[in-house]
T-cell receptor
């Protein structure tokens, strides 16, 4: 596609419910990244994929967070038993190669999650 | 570990004023350095980047030079416009991106 797309653009959920956030990277990009943007913490790395494997999951804040990528394309970030502190904008980015310091990451518009 | 520190905002300038947003970093190895911009209601966009020491990145009148000796990557623009009002993020990349806290710029006519 023309750019990174994410869905939904907004999600309101109740505390304790599970949510799934979707990212569709730029076609041909092997690397896919998830970040979180929140008022208190700024922009934080969560996880990245090289193809379908995730070499670095160090940013996932708890075991309630998981992500998968299938077919080297679409990725889903799942948050189980959501808490109010999970409220944030979840950003997805993709790049041609993974783990390369000079590669530019292209960001999607984000999913704004609000946990009531 | 790697980290990025930006000058705090918000920064308010009049149109045509000179802009500097300071950014310093701590890193092992030789990361690439980036400035991203987030316009109101929009997603993060790459503004410019530099991949090695003494490289200068430039775009839309903005410039930043990768200074290894001072571990800095300050963003400058000679004459800002109202349309430059946005949040600016400095970042380093050694694989994943590590961002500074962001600096909000407001340009008044």
């Amino acid at each position: 596609g023309a750019g990174v797309s994410q869905s939904p653009s907004n999600k309101v959920t109740e505390k304790g419910k599970d949510v799934e956030l979707r990212c569709d990277p730029i076609s041909g990009h092997t690397a896919l990244y998830w970040y979180r943007q929140s008022l208190g913490q700024g922009l934080e790395f969560l996880i990245y994929f090289q193809g379908n494997s995730a070499p670095d999951k160090s940013g996932l804040p708890s075991d309630r967070f998981s992500a998968e990528r299938t077919g080297g394309s679409v990725s889903t970030l799942t948050i189980q038993r959501t808490q109010q502190e999970d409220s944030a904008v979840y950003l997805c980015a993709s790049s041609k190669l993974a783990g390369e310091r000079q590669e530019t990451q292209y960001f999607g518009p984000g999913t704004r999650l609000l946990v009531l | 570990g790697n980290s990025v520190t930006q000058m705090e905002g918000p920064v308010t300038l009049s149109e045509e004023a000179f802009l500097t947003i300071n950014c310093t970093y701590t890193a092992t190895g030789y990361p690439s350095l980036f400035w991203y911009v987030q316009y109101p209601g929009e997603g993060l966009q790459l503004l410019l980047k530099a991949t090695k020491a003494d490289d200068k990145g430039s775009n839309k009148g903005f410039e930043a030079t990768y200074r290894k000796e001072t571990t800095s990557f300050h963003l400058e623009k000679g004459s800002v416009q109202v349309s430059d009002s946005a949040v600016y993020f400095c970042a380093l990349q050694g694989g994943k991106l590590i961002f500074g806290q962001g600096t909000e710029l407001s340009v008044k006519p």
